[in-house]
């Protein structure tokens, strides 16, 4: 089993905004590990104080064979001067991979989050 990190940054507070990122973040995120959907044990969602208006899980719920996954949200913690209007995700995800091939998935102005994978 691995770990894979994802963040993506949205330009406004709503629920089609949320949604659209979190569903993106997750293709992104299983079509550059060459995942599949049955490969996932579970997905933590986080989000930024800022973002109120939806749950990720939610949205991501609503892609084809995600209704089995185990997912949870949860709210980053509100440190002074950190990156706004960010999801963040740790996957966990059935795996033969060794952890140096590992994509993690940074998009919009999360990639600040780790320059060095990106």
């Known amino acids: 089993m691995r770990g894979v990190r994802g963040a993506i940054t949205v330009d406004e507070n709503t629920e089609k905004a949320i949604g659209d990122a979190a569903r993106k973040l997750i293709s992104v995120m299983l079509s550059e590990n060459n995942f599949s959907i049955e490969d996932i044990a579970s997905i933590t969602f986080t989000v930024t104080h800022d973002l109120n208006a939806a749950f990720p899980a939610a949205a991501v719920r609503k892609l084809a064979g995600f209704s089995l996954v185990p997912m949870i949200c949860a709210l980053e913690i509100d440190v002074p001067g950190s990156l706004k209007h960010c999801i963040r ?30």
């Open 89 to 118: 995700v740790l996957m966990l995800v059935n795996t033969g991979a060794g952890q140096s091939d590992i994509k993690h998935v940074y998009l919009n102005g999360a990639a600040r989050l780790r320059p060095d994978l990106t």
